[in-house]
């Protein structure tokens, strides 16, 4: 039969009160998970990436739960998304329902592969989200042509493509936004500040109001008037210009082009006097000649 001393029944509970002490701060630890802040839906074309605060630490990790608004306790995880250490999940293939709004959670949670007695773990909602009324439409490429006889400018417009496929085919903003999809033109005379704006409902636009041999510059950017107003025009474009028809009355002032006249009307002025002067001269030389000649005998 083993007999403790009294030191050694010391020894033993400060052993068992240091162990419960260290058990208390692990618990301490898992029960201190950070609530994410800053959650933040960031969307273009149809790319919708779902942020938050703060970077997690080797201590925790985070797990992103979405559902739809009318449907709360249809819960869903992205794979990509479960105990992961970045502060960020890409929801752009998840969010199938365009026209749906979304929600998400993101839970404050042990790092992977690791566990804690916690049952519930701190979480933090993100706003609403609905994909076809919010995300950021990004900016078009176009084409810009002046016809021949100057009088038709024609601008067309290349849908920008979208991060969603549909049997293997990348979709384009018209293969989602359908006739809801407009394009807004901005249009200005080049080198002047006053702009117009020309609203289309197709990628060909024409123009046959502008003055001809000016050079004008356009910009074009999506228009989605069912969207509510912040979320109606798209990112502009660049702005691209027509070349500008060379004239003489465009290149000097009229008062150059009045001496420049002038001076030509003096020259040939000046060019026909002197022709004028100089045929009058050898006629009267001529006419000397002959009078001087005698005339002949009969």
């Not at 997690?56 to 797990?63: G, I, K, N, R």
């Not at 929801?91 to 839970?107: D, F, K, P």
């Not at 912040?230 to 009045?258: A, H, M, R, W």
Request: glycine content about 4%; hydrophobic content about 35%; some cysteine.
């Amino acid at each position: 039969m083993l007999v403790l001393g009294r030191g050694s029944r010391v020894d033993m509970k400060c052993s068992a009160l240091f162990l419960m002490l260290l058990l208390h701060c692990v618990r301490s630890v898992s029960a201190s998970y950070p609530r994410a802040y800053n959650v933040t839906w960031k969307s273009t074309n149809f790319k919708t990436v779902l942020t938050w605060d703060p970077k997690p630490s080797h201590l925790y990790s985070y797990t992103v739960e979405f559902f739809r608004k009318v449907d709360q306790d249809q819960r869903r995880i992205n794979p990509h998304c479960i105990r992961s250490s970045f502060p960020q999940c890409d929801l752009s293939n998840s969010l199938t329902e365009l026209r749906s709004s979304y929600m998400a959670e993101i839970l404050s949670e042990p790092p992977l592969g690791e566990t804690s007695e916690l049952t519930e773990f701190p979480y933090s909602r993100s706003p609403r989200f609905c994909p076809y009324n919010d995300t950021d439409i990004g900016k078009p490429d176009f084409k810009l042509e002046v016809s021949a006889d100057k009088k038709k400018t024609s601008l067309f417009v290349t849908d920008p493509l979208t991060a969603l496929f549909k049997d293997g085919r990348q979709l384009n903003i018209r293969d989602i936004f359908s006739d809801q999809l407009m394009y807004k033109v901005t249009y200005r005379k080049n080198k002047s500040t006053g702009k117009k704006e020309h609203i289309s409902k197709t990628n060909v636009i024409e123009l046959t109001n502008l003055d001809q041999g000016e050079s004008y510059c356009f910009s074009i950017q999506a228009y989605i008037p069912s969207r509510t107003i912040t979320k109606q025009l798209g990112e502009e474009s660049q702005f691209q210009c027509s070349e500008e028809n060379s004239s003489i009355l465009k290149d000097y002032s009229p008062v150059v082009i009045f001496v420049a006249v002038l001076f030509i009307l003096l020259l040939v002025g000046s060019i026909i006097g002197a022709t004028v002067a100089c045929c009058k001269h050898r006629r009267k030389v001529l006419q000397k000649e002959k009078e001087a000649v005698p005339l002949a005998s009969i």
